[in-house]
């Protein structure tokens, strides 16, 4: 049986959902490929280079490992009333992706729809991507003409399916609409977190859950650069250039690269 679609969504004003990079038509002539569209929800406080390069390493594993093809992918910054931390404005953060992919990518986009409204938990914003890519632009073809449905499938990092592991922090509603057959998941493996033992307690949507070992470890997290940034050491190695003048442009993270003093945010 087809689940229902939710069809009503509150959208931020002057608000178009983007699709400049999604590709209409899929490769695959043999129609056995199942379209997919990645999409990482995130702070992104700020994006680094570790970010762009999970797409990479999920598109590589799809390409090689499964029957899905990739037609698009998205970031999708929380709003500000996420409340971490630290978190600058979803104004800036959304900036800073766009800037990011425009000068590193020619397949992600970003979509604000997320960061510019009240709090949206990951299944909403799933559930919004799904009624935009399917409902309202009406998925994508085969290059014979035949309709596909898009399957939306949510990218993360280990840390994230280690919470949704635990119990009570995510509702079993939530998680049965993310990992069930209706989306699903694609987990980049972090080090310092035991994603087998998390799948483990996740095994009524195992079938749904695709890990990837990172062969190559990188902790360059948000975090870690806001600390360097505080401390006025060096982010040339996880943040790309544009990023980085962005930031100093509008002093974010409490200090200002090469000012030589530490600011008060």
Request: glycine fraction near 8%; charge should be negative.
């Amino acid at each position: 049986m087809t689940e229902s679609r939710t069809t009503t969504f509150t959208n931020p004003r002057n608000y178009t959902f983007p699709s400049h990079r999604l590709r209409r038509t899929l490769h695959d002539s043999t129609g056995t490929k199942q379209p997919i569209v990645l999409v990482a929800c995130g702070s992104f406080n700020p994006i680094t280079n570790n970010h762009l390069r999970m797409y990479e390493i999920a598109n590589d594993f799809v390409r090689e490992n499964t029957d899905f093809e990739i037609v698009g992918a998205y970031l999708s910054p929380v709003s500000d009333e996420y409340g971490k931390p630290g978190l600058v404005s979803a104004h800036h953060r959304v900036n800073m992706c766009s800037l990011a992919i425009e000068q590193e990518s020619s397949w992600l986009m970003v979509d604000p729809w997320e960061a510019f409204q009240n709090y949206q938990r990951t299944a909403a914003v799933l559930d919004h991507f799904d009624y935009e890519l399917n409902m309202v632009l009406g998925g994508v073809s085969t290059p014979d003409g035949e309709h596909r449905d898009v399957r939306i499938m949510l990218l993360a990092g280990s840390d994230l399916i280690n919470t949704m592991s635990e119990p009570g922090v995510w509702s079993h509603d939530d998680l049965d609409r993310i990992l069930g057959r209706r989306y699903g998941t694609i987990v980049i493996e972090r080090e310092g977190y035991n994603v087998a033992q998390a799948t483990g307690n996740l095994s009524l949507w195992q079938n749904n859950i695709y890990t990837i070992p990172q062969l190559i470890q990188n902790d360059g997290s948000s975090t870690k650069v806001r600390l360097l940034f505080r401390r006025g050491l060096s982010v040339q190695s996880s943040l790309l250039p544009a990023v980085i003048e962005y930031i100093e442009q509008n002093n974010l993270y409490g200090w200002q690269v090469g000012s030589g003093e530490e600011g008060q945010g």
